[in-house]
């Protein structure tokens, strides 16, 4: 769920607003009817960020486009045991 507040509320109501976004709601701030900022959860900003360095790496998006096409297989690693180790 997102919810809108002007920046003058959320200058007032700005701990508030931080639970909101800490329990996982994106806040939107406006200033004249207009979305100027977002207060986003941390863990939904680094995926974001994660999505962008994916989508900006040339190889990644070639080995995503073999898979979707089925042209990529994929093969178990094999990991040591732990107890071998």
């Known amino acids: 769920m997102k919810t809108t507040v002007t920046a003058a509320e959320a200058k007032t109501h700005f ?4 639970r909101h976004v800490e329990a996982g709601e994106t806040i939107a701030i406006s200033k004249r009817d207009e979305t100027v900022a977002f207060l986003i959860p ?13 989508l900006g790496n040339a ?6 486009r073999q898979h979707e096409a089925g ?3 994929f093969h178990p690693l094999s990991l040591p045991d732990e107890d071998e180790g």
């Open 15 to 18: 701990s508030r607003l931080l």
């Open 42 to 54: 941390r863990a939904r900003l680094e995926a974001l960020v994660e999505t962008m360095e994916i």
């Open 71 to 73: 042209r990529l297989s």
């Open 59 to 64: 190889e990644a998006m070639r080995a995503i």
